[in-house]
């Protein structure tokens, strides 16, 4: 069921319980801002998901309450897993699911890295 993206942040939702090591992952990158896993059920060759150690329930409430530090930390970590991934030359796509329309399900602030195929244009024509 898609969530609401102005819904306060539950601890409980899967990537947090991820993130504090309650819940397996395959871990792909970790630093002070970012935690990066294999996405469970991938859509692509590759299907990364990165999340920010702080509770934020979205793009819009990470946008609005993250201080500037983690904001770049965070930005900046999604580009070193593309790069130390290889991807950068083949190319990769940027998800960020925020709210009820785009289907978001996790209410974790996360971006989905997918890549390893020819994806096509974003929304078919
Ligand atoms: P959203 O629709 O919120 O942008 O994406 C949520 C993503 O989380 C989906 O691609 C889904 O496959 C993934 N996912 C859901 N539950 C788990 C889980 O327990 N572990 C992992 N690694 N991924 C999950």
Redesign the pocket.
Known sequence: M??DATQPYDDQN??A??LRGE????KVYEDEWAFA???????APV?I?VVPRGPYVSWDDFTEKAGDAEISGFIRAVGKIARDQGLVAPGYRL???TGFH??????HF?V?ICAGKQMGRMIPE
Do not use: G, Y
């Open positions: 898609p969530v899967i990537f319980r991820i819940l397996p992952c395959t896993f294999n996405d469970i059920n991938p859509q299907h998901l998800i960020a699911n785009s289907h978001q399900e996790i209410p996360h989905h």
